[in-house]
């Protein structure tokens, strides 16, 4: 995977004959006790000091990931639009800076449906996102909870369910990853013998989550189901070669994971 281009809101790589952008929507801070230690116990004066803060707060990068096949393009999330803090809802200024088309959207999937995730189908000015979208994918499991979000209901008839497996082309394939949320769900990008997980909210803290990967989230819907899956897909990652895309992972949020005595790393590529 190489990096073809790069701006303040998008990074560009290639990957055998397609093109992934990590596309900045913004970021969002969040309070270190977000942070869950196994038994559901926050971090006091604990915390690693290796972790970053903000004026006292974890900050998250929000990305989403632009696949383009050369004919389409299949859009990984879409941030927060202008439905949570200011901070984020930047995508189209990404996409005009990566010189894409939102007319080439055809195809619109989502991770999970929390609403850094999905508010991007709507601009802040209320028009479309994606004005010529023909396929948009929820996973199955969160149908319900996407169908629920008022902001969002000219697309509830709209949704059609993902599973775990389903091809959404010839080089993107869903992966399950439960545990943030019921139906987080992978996508893994192949071609030319090169492979990209894009893995969502795998990991919130990178500065902590890899070394330590039984740390969770406060919004993990079932924390000790996401410990079992970041150990699994920081495996996979690792022992595979695979780059990773993170929508939390600090901006542009694409690397590799290698395997430490102890645990895991992260190398930005
Ligand atoms: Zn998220």
């Known amino acids: 995977m190489e990096r073809i281009s790069a701006g303040p809101h998008h990074t560009a790589y290639k990957i055998g004959d397609l ?37 006292g707060a974890l900050r998250l990068s929000v990305n989403t990931f632009a696949i383009d096949d050369g004919r389409e393009i299949t859009l990984i999330d879409t941030g927060s639009s202008n439905a949570w803090h200011p901070t984020m809802g930047f995508l189209p200024q990404a996409l005009s800076e990566a010189k ?3 007319g080439r959207i055809r195809t619109v999937a989502f991770t999970h449906t929390h609403l850094d995730h999905i508010h991007g189908l709507v601009r802040s000015d209320g028009r479309d996102g994606f004005p010529q979208l023909s396929r948009l994918l929820v996973p ?4 319900d909870m996407f169908r629920s979000v008022a902001r969002l ?7 059609r369910p993902l599973d775990p497996g389903q091809r959404l082309s010839a080089n993107i394939k869903a992966i399950a ?3 943030h949320e019921i139906g987080h769900t992978g996508f893994r990008v192949t071609s030319g013998g090169e492979t990209l ?23 993990d819907a ?22 990773v895309a993170g ?15 102890a645990a895991f790393r992260f190398e930005p590529l």
């Open 197 to 219: 997980l894009v893995w969502g909210d795998l990991v919130h803290a990178p500065s902590l989550q890899f070394e330590r990967p039984e740390i969770a989230w406060e919004f």
């Open 19 to 55: 093109t992934v952008t990590s596309l900045r929507d913004g970021y969002v801070d969040m309070p270190v006790r977000r942070l869950r230690q196994p038994g559901d116990k926050p971090f006091g004066d604990d915390l690693p000091s290796q972790v970053p803060l903000f004026e």
């Open 222 to 243: 079932d924390q000790d189901q996401a410990r079992e899956t970041r150990l699994r897909i920081l495996a996979l990652a690792a022992d595979n070669a695979w780059c």
């Open 140 to 143: 199955r499991a969160e149908l």
């Open 177 to 179: 990853a439960p545990g």
């Open 247 to 261: 929508a939390h992972l600090d901006s542009p949020g694409v690397g590799r994971v290698s395997r430490t005595e």
């Open 100 to 102: 894409i088309a939102v």
């Open 153 to 159: 209901s000219r697309f509830h008839d709209r949704a």
